[in-house]
């Protein structure tokens, strides 16, 4: 994380959390009350909507990950989730430049004297050393109940797909470790606005720890 003897009025907040815990959900209402986001996900997206980097991907990992015009996303992690060498090559082609459009946009960010909340929505944002970008970072805490009911409705995971994936990442504990905020989502939409809500004004006030 950035030194913040030297920190500007605005705030670069790293999410980070366990599979599921709804990442991004929180993003999209932070989003809406006006903080800038940097979704790696979506920057990804578009990196391999160019034709010549996803045929180098595709050349890389030897399967096809186009069909029917749309990067096939499953095909992918599919490929590469039992294979560290072609994770390895995925992440050369792909990481660089997610990681200079971050770099951009934190940039814009510490430039405009208005903005007060840029949120790095990054998977792997620690792994992949996004931290150094972050002036804090904030734990989004969330049951495994909750979180395998998500991943069983979006991506159809069983809990053994979802301790699977879990044993490749860091442990929770030395991600909660890392984090100095926390933001609640048990699911309860509700209770998530309120948590977004004193999470901005506890951030507008000055605190530098939300527990």
């Known amino acids: 994380m950035r030194d913040r003897g ?3 009025a605005g705030l670069v907040v790293g999410l980070v959390g366990g599979i599921g815990a709804g990442k991004s959900e929180v993003a999209r209402r932070l989003a809406s009350r006006g903080a800038w986001i940097f979704d ?5 997206k578009e990196i391999l ?3 010549r980097r996803a045929a180098a991907v595709e050349k890389d990992l030897g399967v096809r990950i186009r069909a029917a015009g749309r990067i096939d996303r499953r095909a992918i992690a ?3 989730f039992e294979d560290p060498e072609a994770l390895a090559r995925l992440e050369a082609r792909i990481h660089p430049e997610v990681r200079r459009r971050a770099e951009r946009m934190a940039a814009a960010f510490r430039r405009d004297r208005d903005a007060r909340i840029l949120v790095l929505d990054v998977p792997l944002l620690l792994e992949a050393g996004f931290d150094d970008l972050c002036d804090t970072i904030a734990w989004v805490e969330a049951p495994r109940a909750a979180r395998l009911r998500r991943v ?3 991506r159809g995971w069983t809990p053994s797909d979802l301790a699977r994936r879990e044993r490749r990442q860091w442990p929770l504990a030395r991600k909660r470790a890392r984090a100095e905020l926390r933001i609640r989502n048990a699911g309860d939409r509700r209770a998530l606005e309120k948590e977004v809500k004193r999470f901005i004004a506890r951030l507008e006030a000055g605190a ?3 527990r």
């Open 40 to 44: 790696a996900d979506e920057a990804a």
């Open 6 to 8: 030297s920190r500007p």
């Open 49 to 51: 909507a160019d034709p």
């Open 208 to 210: 530098m720890t939300v």
């Open 78 to 80: 599919a490929r590469v």
């Open 152 to 154: 069983r409705a979006e």
